[in-house]
């Protein structure tokens, strides 16, 4: 079993749908869990930062994480084409690396 | 708003050759990263470095890899001997703290031929 389990899309969805993206991971010992968002040929840019369970939300995005069922989420609300971009869970334990997700595509038509 | 800066952009070398991939972290951070993408693959760690050390690094961090801090705003990351299957993009990040918030930069694309 794969450490960090991503849908790799592509997820295709008209402008002004809500999105969710979900991630599932095997490793009970992660307590940080990460949203980046990806341009092509760009670098990870951080979106959402969340310790241990819970929600997030920050403007149009939400972080969910449930460590009960090693399940995190990330729910766009509100989508543009400006969202099209490529999405990677990243999740750490108690060290410093990072494990990412293979990342989702995902693409919103006008 | 500070960011993770990176060099070259692009970079085209020939098998055996040496490289260098420089990268200035965000100016207050102390934990300092890079991680490689292969085409198409998932972002990889390769290693941790702090206080001037390597704190941790990954199997794919071998003895052809290096870091350096040379000074007090660089890091860089060295490929003794590249090889065709070193040819990705390499990110470098930064954080404040371990477990904190970790900002990439645009990364390095790497081409070996």
């Known amino acids: 079993q794969k450490e960090v389990e991503q849908d790799p899309g592509p997820l295709s969805v008209p402008e002004g749908a809500i999105v969710s993206l979900n991630c599932t991971y095997s490793?009970?010992?992660?307590?940080?869990f990460m949203w980046y968002r990806q341009y092509s040929r760009k670098g990870p840019e951080l979106l959402m930062y969340t310790y241990s369970s819970g929600n997030k939300e920050d403007g149009r995005f939400t972080a969910q994480v449930d460590k009960s069922s090693k399940y995190i989420s990330l729910f766009i609300r509100d989508s543009q084409p400006s969202d099209s971009a490529t999405y990677l869970c990243?999740?750490?334990?108690?060290?410093?690396?990072?494990?990412f997700g293979t990342g989702t595509r995902l693409q919103v038509f006008p | 708003e500070p960011e993770v800066t990176q060099t070259p952009s692009h970079q085209v070398t020939q098998m055996g050759q040496e490289v260098i991939l420089r990268c200035v972290p965000i100016?207050?951070?102390?934990?300092f990263y890079w991680y490689r993408q292969i085409l198409g693959q998932k972002v990889e760690f390769l290693v941790s470095?702090?206080?001037?050390?390597?704190?941790?690094k990954s199997e794919i961090f071998d003895d052809q890899f290096s870091v350096e801090r040379p000074d007090g705003s660089n890091f860089t990351l060295k490929i003794r001997s590249t090889k065709l299957e070193d040819s990705a993009m390499y990110f470098c990040a930064s954080t404040l703290k371990p477990t904190g918030e970790l900002f990439f930069g645009e990364g390095s694309r790497l081409t070996v031929l």
């Open positions: 990243a999740m750490s334990d108690n060290t410093d690396k990072l494990i």
């Open positions: 470095f702090y206080n001037n050390e390597i704190s941790e």
């Open positions: 490793n009970s010992a992660f307590q940080y």
């Open positions: 100016s207050n951070h102390l934990y």
